[in-house]
């Protein structure tokens, strides 16, 4: 007969071998969380007001943008792939969808800032992914065209009256909850499941491992390599649409940076720049760490210039964080 101190070993041996395949697979990210919170609980010990309502609102405001365009350069990071052009996507697409938006109406806007945004991005796949171009050099190049194509159809000049239907997507609320907060966070969910969950999404993972070994089991390395930039693109163009909204105006210099900080995200969160490594859960760790970290910083008033340098550290840290958890990867 089985005692109950055997019954009660099987059972935590049990959930430890259930455990234990999650712990492997989401290691750094668990680190970076805890890193995250040991952030946070600093802030708010030396700055009480940094866990105000109106400061985490205004965090998570500022975070969106980001974040959102971190999904896409998760995704081509994920591929073996880098994607440098994004803040030139998102000027590029909200500028001209917001000239348009002016003269005819919000919807038709909207449909011109998606459009640009996907096209821009299928672009860049399409030259990577059939071409075999470098995707650095792709990117690069499309960042220097559309940030031109941007001062060029704008004359250099912000935009504003913008219709007033259009103020909804970035202040709009359901529920008493923002429309950009659940926006997020479905995006997120969404993004985890297609990776984890579906075909496409391991595809994605096993062409960043070893491309060549994918084509030979069968996949369709090129087509699913078009994917991620094509997504990324898009996913541009919606971040600035719901950035745009909230602010009321429509800058050419938007996008600036945008393209370092996405990956930085990606980076922080424990993906591997060389592929087939990382996952949106430490992407959004990464998101709201630099957030936290920049955040805290201004309001306890450190000269903006150390703010460069602090994200710096942070990076190399995730990345020598990478190599002791993870030993033996390349």
């Known amino acids: ?20 395949p999650f712990v492997a697979t989401y290691r750094v990210e668990m680190v970076m969380f805890v890193a995250l ?51 030139g996507i998102a000027a590029l697409s909200i500028m001209a969808g ?17 459009g640009v945004g996907l096209l821009a991005g299928l672009m860049n796949g399409l030259l990577i992914a059939y071409l075999r171009l470098a995707p650095f050099i792709v990117t690069l190049g499309m960042l220097s065209i559309t940030s031109s194509l941007t001062y060029v159809i704008s004359d250099g000049r912000s935009l504003f009256g913008l219709p007033e239907a259009f103020d909804w997507f970035g202040k709009g609320n359901i ?20 990776l984890t969950r579906t075909k496409p ?6 062409i960043g491992s070893n491309a060549e070994a994918a084509r030979l089991s069968g996949i369709r390395v090129s087509f699913y390599q078009v994917i991620p930039y094509a997504l990324t693109g898009l996913l541009c ?7 745009s909204s909230r602010l009321g105006t429509i800058d050419p210099n938007t996008g600036t940076g945008f393209e370092l900080s996405t990956i930085a995200a990606v980076v922080i969160g ?45 990076i190399i840290l995730a990345v020598v964080l990478d190599r002791v958890v993870r030993p033996g990867r390349r």
């Open 175 to 194: 529920a008493g909850i923002k429309f950009y907060v659940i926006l997020f966070v479905v995006l997120y969910i969404a993004a985890h499941i297609f």
């Open 37 to 87: 919170l040991v952030l946070v609980v600093a802030l708010a010990i030396l700055q009480p007001r940094f866990l105000t309502s109106s400061n985490m609102q205004n965090v998570l405001s500022q975070v969106m943008v980001l974040g959102i365009i971190a999904i896409g350069q998760t995704l081509v990071v994920l591929t073996g792939g880098i994607d440098l052009s994004v803040g």
């Open 270 to 314: 424990g993906a591997s720049l060389m592929g087939g490594r990382g996952s949106v859960v430490g992407t959004v760790i990464g998101i709201f760490l630099i957030g936290f970290l920049q955040n805290g910083l201004n309001i306890l008033g450190v000269n903006a210039f150390w703010q460069g340098t602090a994200l710096g550290v942070v």
């Open 1 to 20: 007969m089985t005692s109950k101190t055997e019954t009660a070993a099987v059972g935590i041996g049990s959930l430890r071998s259930r455990w234990r």
């Open 98 to 114: 917001g000239l348009v938006m002016v003269s005819g109406g919000v919807v038709l806007g909207v449909v011109v800032m998606l």
């Open 201 to 206: 999404g391991r595809f994605i993972y096993s």
């Open 237 to 243: 163009a919606l971040a600035m649409m719901i950035e």
